[in-house]
């Protein structure tokens, strides 16, 4: 949503498109800063100066972030509201605000902590999502793609079927998660993590794990098979509190890192010499964005499990909302927390008392944006 430069970043150019590239997004601003004068930014732009530092704001991105912030909340009442029983949203609202209701255990005992693990994984998946496929350049890549979620996947069918106790599932699944991303930069690391190589190795990677978790699944117990089938799929059944606070601990940790991150993200378009040219050094900037991207991923989905398509579709529709070349990670986060939250209602009361888990209809989200994604590019190559 903002975009960070420093007086000394020389100027950049545009790209054959007629789009700013991320160094003539950083160079066009320049005199702005630092003439005094009052030239305007460029358009659609305002400038905000904090001592030494000048940042660039994309007023249509701060229009975009506040309205989905607004959805956010209202169907994180909207959640806290329905079931059984019902809450009215008025009660919610005064339950929210402390003034104390007959619904309090409803809302802050029963409902609040799946909605807030569901706003919190939400935002992590987006998070990790933009990272990653800023890194691959590819619109298709995403955590559940590039084998992230399925080396944690298999961890976890490792630790849910050999009677390894609950407690021990998630970090299991972590371990399994960081496994994955070590084999995915170890194969793709040659020539500086291009952008072709990072998604076929994760690619490969996927497939092995995948290959994997379904031999472990055909060797265990049925009832054992069965609960590690649900944890694929994806589910907030039964989480809460202790899974959102491990989920918002690594986001507050890496917070430093993703503000870097959001500044870092304008580079990543460049072909690697024009970086140089211009003084960035982007090996070094593509390990660190898909480290951390990597990180927030295998992290979030050893808490929640393999919900797919919220990390796919999150920043690529925040980044036709928001008019950007590249995903916006502010707006990505909110857009990812909006639909986990969505998803996570609908499976609870589509066809109550049955819940279906959060990860059905996240895949019923994304494989219609599959095809979408494919018909387009179909009518740009006609």
Known sequence: MTTAHRPSDPTGSADPAGRLSGAAVLSASVPAASSGTGQAPLPGRSLLRIGPVSLLIR???????AALTVLLLLAVVLSLSL??????PADVLRALSGAGTPYDLVVFDLRMPRVV?????GAAF?????????VARNPLASPDVIGITQGAGLAATVALTSGMAAVLVAPTALLGGLLAAVLLFALGARHGLAAQRFVLAGVAVAFAFRALTEVVMLTADPIDGLRAQIWLIGTLAGKGWTEAAWIAGTLLVLLPVLAWAGWALNSTALDDDTARGVGLRPVARRIGLAG???????MVTAQVGAVDFVALVAPQVARRLVRTERPPLVCSALLGALLLVLADLAGRRLIAPTQLPAGVLTAAIGGPYLIFLLLRGRRRSS
């Open 59 to 65: 007023r249509r991105a701060l229009l975009v972030a």
């Open 83 to 88: 079931g059984t029983p019902y809450v009215a």
């Open 117 to 121: 693990l569901a706003a919190v994984a």
């Open 126 to 134: 987006g998070v990790a999502g933009t990272l990653i496929q800023s």
């Open 292 to 298: 951390t991207g990597v990180l927030v991923a295998a």
